[in-house]
């Protein structure tokens, strides 16, 4: 019988010793890798601005968005995204340094406050006339000759009488009675009455003279020459209820 050696094997204590100086002892490829005190702080320091970095995108994308929206909101307001005439003049202005030309057929606004020729003539008024309007000249109503003829039949009657030798313009006021008569629509007339008419005679039968006189008439009766006296219009015009009548060319009968 063959006695059993329980020994460990030679291999085995041999791997075992092998194993047991690189447990004891520290890797020196660790100790060689460890990096130095500054370098691990930059790494820190690197490592904690990545979160600041991703915030700062974050931040440039949100407000590219909200800048994209403005301008969407702008184009669907105004219905095309193309500035109008007159601002894109103005901007062309200001990239040239204000020199931009204006584009045919649109005005470019002036800096002259004045206003330019055509705007001028636009709003120009026709000027007032400083000269005032001529009054248009009203001729003298005719009172009529100062010596008229009448025939056998006619009759007038008379409104009034102005003897010339009281001291009084007989003349002058003859005819500014007959020309308020003529004013209110009655057709008076002033006539001088010097003998050359029998039928206008005074009370002693005698021809009238050195009189101006104002009357109506001449009439075809001496009853259609009173009606006409005695009407409201013509004694508003000039009252005399008396209404004396006469027939100039015929002498009365004594």
Known sequence: MTPV?????P?????SQHRSPSRSHKSPSRSQHKSPPRQRAETRQSTSHRPQRSHSAVGAAIVAAAAMVAVFAFILTRGSSTPPVEEGFRIGAAADGGSAPSAPGVAAKSSDP????????ADRK????????????????NTGPATPAFKRGQWIVVMEKYPTDVGMD???LAKATAIKMITAG???KAMLVDGQYPGIANSSMQPVLDTWMVYLGPGTSAAAMGDLCATPKTQAAYSNTACPTFEPAVA???
Do not use: G, Y
């Open 114 to 121: 004045s206003p330019s020729v055509n705007t001028a003539k």
């Open 186 to 188: 009655v057709p008076a």
């Open 170 to 172: 007989a003349e002058q």
């Open 126 to 141: 026709p000027p007032v006339s400083s000269v005032p309007p001529k009054a248009k000249a009203t001729a003298t109503p």
């Open 5 to 9: 050696d329980h020994r460990r094997p």
């Open 252 to 254: 009365p009968a004594s």
């Open 11 to 15: 291999a085995r204590t041999a791997r």
